[in-house]
């Protein structure tokens, strides 16, 4: 049986397109364009790379982008008079904070300073908590991308066995409590787990969020397989995820490949949530 693929790059761009039509029409109505604030502290090279990726992807929607870029050397409390600020800020509609934050600032504190209805990764703990308990709330980002990548391609969840692995609030723990909405049976395994192949060999749906490249091989996974491959490594052979690409492949029925997986949904999520946020709030 052959793989396919599921295309994140190609659902992406159609999310994207109906974006921008949306938000041709409120900008013809005349009325004020959905804002999106990005707050990048320091120097870190990758996250420059994001949040650049972040402002085209806003620019081409129409959205308007407000970057603020500030030095390293940052205080707690200037971070958290600029979220302040951009709180009251009419203009901006949803405010990112890109993670990781230099090590001397309080990245707990600065998220729940963000007004959870501006919260637009979803990371605060009301959206969270909300997440869980079935609520209405803003989704993180890659793990609705993950879920709407999934949906798109028609891929049952209901009563499938779901395999997690990686237990971060931002993707392990949002995505498992999401398949598990979906009635998927939802295991999550994380750097403590005994037997990992024991369990990921069980998965009907493996999710992959581990943060180490190539870490799930072909002998890991079951024939026939739905795979998602979270991962983001740069190597110096280019970007792998954290899945074993050319091995699983061989055993999967479907899989997400690194890049143009899940990452381009993340952002398309972004600016689906950006517009979400915008709606409720005019
Ligand atoms: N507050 C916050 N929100 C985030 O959503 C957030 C963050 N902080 N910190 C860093 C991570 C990482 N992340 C990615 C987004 C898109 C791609 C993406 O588009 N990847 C492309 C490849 C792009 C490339 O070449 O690097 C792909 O997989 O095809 C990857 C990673 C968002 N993050």
Redesign the pocket.
């Known amino acids: 049986m052959e793989c396919k693929i599921l295309d994140g790059?190609k659902v992406a761009s159609e999310v994207r397109e109906r974006i921008a039509v949306m938000v041709k029409e409120i900008r013809e109505s005349g009325k004020v364009p959905p804002g999106l604030a990005v707050v990048l502290v320091g120097d870190n090279p990758a996250?420059k790379?994001?949040v650049g990726?972040k402002e085209k992807a806003c620019k081409e929607v129409g959205f308007e982008s407000f970057l603020y870029h500030l030095p390293e050397a940052t205080t707690q409390e200037e971070l958290l008079n600029l979220v302040g600020q951009l709180n009251e800020d009419p203009n901006v509609h949803g405010i990112?904070?890109?993670?990781p934050l230099p090590k001397h600032l309080n990245e707990t504190e600065v998220i729940e300073a963000i007004r959870p209805e501006k919260d637009v990764?979803g990371?605060h703990p009301m959206n969270l908590g909300k997440l869980v308990a079935g609520l209405p709330c803003t989704v993180p980002?890659?793990p609705k991308g993950i879920m709407h990548l999934l949906e798109y391609y028609g891929i049952e969840i209901e009563g499938k066995n779901a395999v997690v692995v990686g237990r971060s609030n931002i993707v392990g723990k949002p995505v498992a409590h999401l398949l598990l909405q979906k009635n998927a049976t939802v295991t999550i395994c994380h750097s403590r787990t005994r037997n990992l192949e024991d369990i990921t060999k069980e998965a009907d749906i493996l999710v992959v969020a581990a943060g180490r490249p190539h870490f799930i091989t072909q002998h890991m996974v079951k024939k026939g397989a739905v795979v998602v491959d979270v991962g983001?490594n740069r190597l110096e052979s280019g970007?792998v995820g954290d899945v074993d690409f050319d091995g699983v492949r061989l055993r999967a029925s479907w899989i997400t490949p690194?890049?143009?997986?899940?990452?381009?949904m993340?952002?398309a999520m972004?600016l689906e949530n950006t517009l979400e946020m915008y709606e409720r709030f005019s």
Do not use: E
């Open positions: 790059k996250s790379v994001y990726q990112l904070v890109q993670l990764d990371f980002c890659t983001i970007l690194v890049p143009g997986g899940v990452g381009p993340t952002i972004l």
